[in-house]
């Protein structure tokens, strides 16, 4: 148990387009879903946290008009990356909390590559 | 806020038994994870220690905390040329987010 996917696993888009990529619990509801981003080499910067129903929370430095995230159901957060320029080609990572565990680790998903040409 | 360290490579023989070492500087973290990223993909999860705790055993894979000074292991017996990856230390506390430290590259040669 515990499956978190991420659709779509590598996208390459032009400058100035936007782009969606969404997160699913598989088979657990999500109390709260985060993205990340990781640059080669490096660790993990976390970009916002959501909670279903409510406004993302974002970290310091990320810019929500940019990255908006959209946490519809208990198993569906949706980053959009709006008017995509080269420099937010990276892998974007997401994980989910489950609803129901007492240790609070993440269950990642597999990640996006986005390339913006 | 918390900052978590970690070597960044780590070389090993087959065979041989790998320690990846994390510290970390908040005494207030409660829980301690360890997770494995092969190329291309994800993290999972590998194992988690509890504060309260000062060694946890699974299979191949050992947890050690030195709460004192707030150090963190991670031993693999008998290290296979599939448990190459990058390994991440992350810690939490009051807030539930973990803060990841920038892993460690273990390379597994015959």
């Known amino acids: 148990g515990a499956v978190v996917s991420q659709h779509p696993s590598w996208v390459i888009c032009k400058s100035g387009t936007s782009v969606k990529i969404e997160c699913r619990s598989l088979d657990f509801q999500a109390t709260t879903m985060f993205w990340y981003r990781q640059f080669p080499k490096q660790s993990l910067m976390l970009m916002a946290t959501?909670?279903?129903?409510?406004?993302?929370?974002?970290e310091q430095g990320v810019e929500k008009d940019k990255f908006l995230i959209n946490h519809a159901s208990l198993t569906l957060s949706t980053l959009t990356v709006t008017s995509a320029h080269p420099e937010d080609s990276s892998f974007y990572i997401c994980?989910?909390?489950?609803?129901?565990?007492?240790?609070?680790?993440?269950?990642f998903g597999p990640g996006t590559r986005l390339t913006v040409t | 806020g918390e900052d978590v360290e970690q070597s960044l490579f780590l070389s090993v023989r087959e065979g041989d038994s790998s320690v990846i070492n994390c510290t970390y500087t908040?005494?207030?973290?409660?829980?301690l994870y360890w997770y494995k990223q092969e190329p291309g993909a994800g993290l999972q999860l590998l194992t988690y220690?509890?504060?309260?705790?000062d060694m946890k055993q699974d299979q191949r894979l050992t947890v050690l905390l030195n709460k004192k000074d707030k150090h963190l292991s991670l031993r693999i017996a008998d290290t296979q040329t599939g448990d190459s990856a990058i390994y991440f230390c992350a810690v939490s506390g009051g807030s539930y987010i973990p803060t990841f430290g920038r892993g460690t590259s273990l390379i597994v040669h015959p």
């Open positions: 908040d005494s207030s973290s409660t829980y």
């Open positions: 220690i509890f504060s309260n705790m």
């Open positions: 959501s909670n279903e129903g409510s406004k993302a929370t974002y």
């Open positions: 994980s989910a909390n489950r609803r129901d565990s007492y240790t609070y680790e993440q269950y």
